[in-house]
T-cell receptor, first 108, second 115 residues
């Protein structure tokens, strides 16, 4: 299967700071999603982004499929952004591979 | 509201017992999935189903079984053959949209502890 490496594994930010999370993957993909897992375990889809750039409020994501990486940008971070961020690339319709995540802690 | 309902939220089991986790969706999605998450780790795929009465093994299917008799339901049985069943179990569903996007939607999870 696809190997997924996320960095950094842990990140501590002061509220208002910006950050970039990175996801590297080992093979060609036709699907990539970013998720946020809150402290209660709920996973919320942030972006479906197999290629290109998308923005949603303070969050944006870029995937460069030819170079096998994706970036998630968080601007003006808030305490509610805390949690774990996962990327999940996929190479066919129904198989997604998850990285180990980036654990973000935003301090007030 | 449309979504995925998992039950129970917390479950305790003695060694040697089978246990079944429920997953129901009212999103009219064709595909459903079961993932396992261990502390500090990512999600690993146990089983997935693209249509009713059909399912495929994921990367860690040993010790688990599933059925897909209805589009809305995809229960997971953790059998006594699963050597380390204590984990957080997540059910998801997806449907390819008009743009071809296959986006996963997750339930709230079931936390299984073996005593």
């Amino acid at each position: 299967g696809i190997q997924v490496e996320q960095s950094p594994p842990d990140l501590i930010l002061q509220e208002g700071a910006n950050s970039t999370l990175r996801c590297n993957f080992s093979d060609s993909v036709n699907n990539l999603q970013w998720f946020h897992q809150n402290p209660w375990g709920q996973l919320i889809n942030l972006f479906y982004i197999p290629s290109g750039t998308k923005q949603n409020g303070r969050l944006s994501a870029t995937t460069v499929a030819t170079e096998r990486y994706s970036l998630l940008y968080i601007s003006s971070s808030q305490t509610t952004d805390s949690g774990v961020y996962f990327c999940a690339p996929g190479a066919n319709f129904n198989k997604f591979y998850f990285g180990s995540g980036t654990k973000l802690n935003v301090k007030p | 509201d449309g979504g995925i309902t998992q039950s129970p939220k917390y479950l305790f089991r003695k060694e040697g017992q089978n246990v079944t986790l429920s997953c129901e969706q009212n999103l009219n999605h064709d595909a459903m999935y079961w993932y396992r998450q261990d502390p500090g780790q990512g999600l690993r795929l146990i089983y997935y189903s693209q249509i009713v009465n059909d399912f495929q093994k994921g990367d860690i299917a040993e010790g688990y079984s599933v059925s897909r008799e209805k589009k809305e339901s995809f229960p997971l049985t953790v059998t006594s053959a699963q050597k380390n069943p204590t984990a957080f179990y997540l059910c998801a569903s997806s449907s390819q949209g008009r743009t071809g996007a296959n986006v996963l939607t997750f339930g709230a999870g079931s936390r299984l502890t073996v005593l």
